[in-house]
């Protein structure tokens, strides 16, 4: 069997935007928060919102453009990598290019700045610290997924 352990970063990274993906009712989420703003609140949440998003998108496109230069130098300088390998470390700069992209970009104050009441603070603190966790989880169980793969791929 492959050994894998070059892919670890990629699984991790993978395996916790899939888990974030399929976990997340945002609908719901969202519909929560927002029946606590008012509409200047809503406006302001829907800019935080595309502000992110494209601080987002922006990160994973530099980190795709990293990984393809580094795609091109492993697959004609550098002959004898396998191709396992090449991939799973372009998943793994494109990854780690945008969190690092995304996490150091200034962005708008936080919606809690905006708000005046305290039910509006109290969903709004809810509607982050679910997200936060959710983000969480995904990246423990993507080590503890990469762990188990590795171990049981690797002798």
């Not at 969202?30 to 800019?47: A, R």
């Not at 002959?79 to 690092?100: D, E, H, P, R």
């Not at 982050?128 to 169980?141: P, R, V």
């Amino acid at each position: 069997m492959v050994c894998v352990r070059s892919c670890a970063v990629a699984i991790v990274f993978l395996f916790s935007m899939l888990y974030m993906t399929l976990t997340i009712d945002k609908d719901k989420m969202t519909e929560n928060l927002q029946k606590h703003f008012d509409e200047t609140h809503v406006e302001y949440y829907k800019k935080v919102v595309k502000e992110r998003t494209r601080i987002y998108l922006t990160g994973f496109g530099i980190g795709l453009v990293l990984s393809l230069i580094l795609l091109f130098i492993m697959k004609y300088k550098m002959k004898k990598i396998s191709n396992l390998v090449i991939i799973c470390t372009c998943i793994a700069v494109s990854y780690t290019t945008m969190y690092f992209y995304y996490t150091l970009s200034p962005k708008m104050d936080l919606m809690v700045v905006q708000l005046d009441k305290k039910e509006a603070r109290i969903a709004w603190q809810n509607y982050y610290n679910n997200m936060k966790n959710k983000y969480h989880i995904s990246m423990l169980l993507g080590v503890v997924f990469s762990f188990l793969i590795n171990n049981g791929l690797c002798k």
